[in-house]
């Protein structure tokens, strides 16, 4: 583990660092434009991205990478070890000034997720985990909650989705959240801030690499909305669906969620 532990506290220097290049663009006026309809970035995504891609590689020269805003290559696959990022998960809540988006990194060695940080530089909460030594917010030890019922629970989820008619069965009332980035959402559910969140829509290896590793290393689960593991650094780097939360609440979820069959 201490290879992991290494890399865990490269990642935390590292991501503490890009949110200081993050504030100064929320801060000012930072260009946007749209990579694709919907799918906005922003100069200092692109300056982040530069920074993380500098110092995590020259620290780990033989690491290979992916992320949001690095055009993906083949070579990765053949490595065993691979860092994946997101500069900035959130980047609509940060064109607006809202304190919704994270600096994320990720380790993965043989497809699964050793070490893990998530920043967010506005309201400086750092997250951050090791493979079998925990999590932490800000240094602190975190767990997430020991809730037991869909009653009553606070989940991130769009409220679309929950009030959809299609469901069989209604949703208990419960207390919904929104966040702009997926992995702020799921430090959030590690943490013990929110009880579980839910996302039935397709997402990338880097929205979801960080939090993974943090929300099981605080005692959770984090998988697609049937159970499935979620595998890192594939060729194609997605997860159909997403859900977090501790076992019961993870569990009553799946009750619901296992049989859909996602576009």
Known sequence: MTDSISD???????????????????????????????????????????????????????????????????????????????????????????????????????????????????????????????????????????????????MLVARDVIEHPAWPTPWPKMEIGKRASIAYRMALVANGTYDAMMALSSKYEWDTSAGALIVAEAGGFATMHNGAALPFNQAVPTHRSLVCAGPAVHAAILARTGHIKLP
């Open 8 to 154: 865990r506290d490269l990642l935390i220097a590292a991501v503490r660092d890009a949110g200081a290049i993050a504030r100064e663009g929320y801060a000012s006026v930072s260009k946007s434009w749209e990579k694709s309809k919907g799918n906005p970035v922003t100069e200092t995504d692109i300056a982040v991205d530069r920074f993380l891609n500098e110092r995590l590689r020259a620290a780990r020269t033989d690491y290979g990478w992916l992320s949001e805003e690095t055009a993906d290559t083949p070579e990765r696959l053949g490595s065993q070890r691979v860092f994946i990022v997101d500069p900035i998960d959130g980047t609509l809540a940060f064109i607006k000034r809202k304190a919704e988006f994270a600096v994320c990194a990720a380790v993965v060695d043989g497809g699964v997720v050793t070490s893990a940080a998530i920043y967010n530089p506005i309201t400086e909460e750092l997250f951050a985990a090791v493979k079998g030594g925990g999590a932490t917010l800000n240094g602190a030890p975190i767990h997430v909650t020991d809730r037991r019922e869909l009653e009553g629970c606070r």
